[in-house]
């Protein structure tokens, strides 16, 4: 990918630059300036500004800022979009990794959260390229690997047991009677219980729709061990739990967009 398509910002120079292009909610764009006071804003956001006209990014000479073309293109696309896409990925040795993706019909721009030195969240904006060629990249980015195609059937636990038992590791043996006591086979629940225990990676997949600031909201996990793949979906006050490929994998984060829209 172009390297020189991506712009570094600050979570305060993102935020200023939404508030000079009018948006009125970012999904993802935390704000950085809680707690400051009223009075001492428009210092603060008159400092960001300095900075951003030092790196070149806008143009402080008329009565208001004007954007570098390019980030300009990247954050009306942040601000006015309808969809947005949050994907968190972690791996048994990786560090784990966040971004927000954020959709144009003719446009896709992914902001990939970085942390810097003093732990606050720094935001790398970059172009996907076209809605079907950014889809291609998503897939990429989960690092999807096909594994054996169980027919495991549709396991269920308490919704938050899943997630609370990867974190516990092999310690914690209440899921598994659960689901043993349910009825659920030996050998199916003895392939999750080694996932759970030895996962390869792990991400969340969530999509925002948000018309009118009204948003939506559905997501999907997907949990990858050394002999299977995992789907998680919660459904009310439960997790629906099974196994699947990576070509049915793709086919349900599909279905996650279609049914927030």
Not at 87 to 100: A, L, W
Not at 105 to 124: C, N, P, Q
Not at 207 to 229: M, T
Request: contains cysteine.
């Amino acid at each position: 990918m172009d390297r020189a398509s991506r712009i570094k910002l600050t979570g305060k120079q993102f935020f200023v630059l939404t508030g000079i292009v009018g948006a009125r909610a970012v999904i993802g764009l935390e704000d950085p300036f809680r707690g400051t006071l009223a009075e001492e804003m428009p210092g603060e956001i008159a400092k960001v500004e300095q900075e951003l006209s030092e790196q070149g990014l806008i143009d402080t000479s008329s009565s208001e800022p004007v954007l570098l073309q390019k980030l300009l293109e990247y954050i009306e696309v942040c601000s006015r979009t309808l969809l947005t896409i949050h994907i968190r990925v972690s791996g048994f040795e990786d560090e784990q990794k966040e971004c927000f993706i954020y959709y144009s019909s003719s446009l896709v721009v992914k902001a990939e959260i970085e942390s810097d030195s003093d732990g606050t969240r720094a935001y790398v904006l970059q172009e996907l390229g076209t809605p079907s060629q950014a889809w291609l990249k998503i897939m990429s980015y989960l690092q999807l690997e096909d594994r054996k195609n169980r027919d495991t059937g549709q396991l269920t636990l308490p919704k938050g047991w899943l997630q609370q038992w990867i974190h516990a590791g092999q310690g914690d043996g209440e899921p598994q009677k659960h689901l043993l006591a349910q009825g659920y086979s030996k050998s199916v629940v003895s392939s999750l219980v080694d996932s759970v225990s030895h996962p390869e990676r792990y991400a969340a997949f969530t999509a925002y729709y948000c018309p009118n600031l009204n948003c939506r909201v559905q997501g999907i996990e997907l949990l990858r061990g050394k002999d299977a793949n995992w789907l998680i979906r919660s459904e009310g006050d439960q997790d629906q739990i099974w196994g699947a490929t990576v070509t049915e994998i793709i086919r349900e984060l599909g279905a996650v967009i279609e049914r927030v829209k």
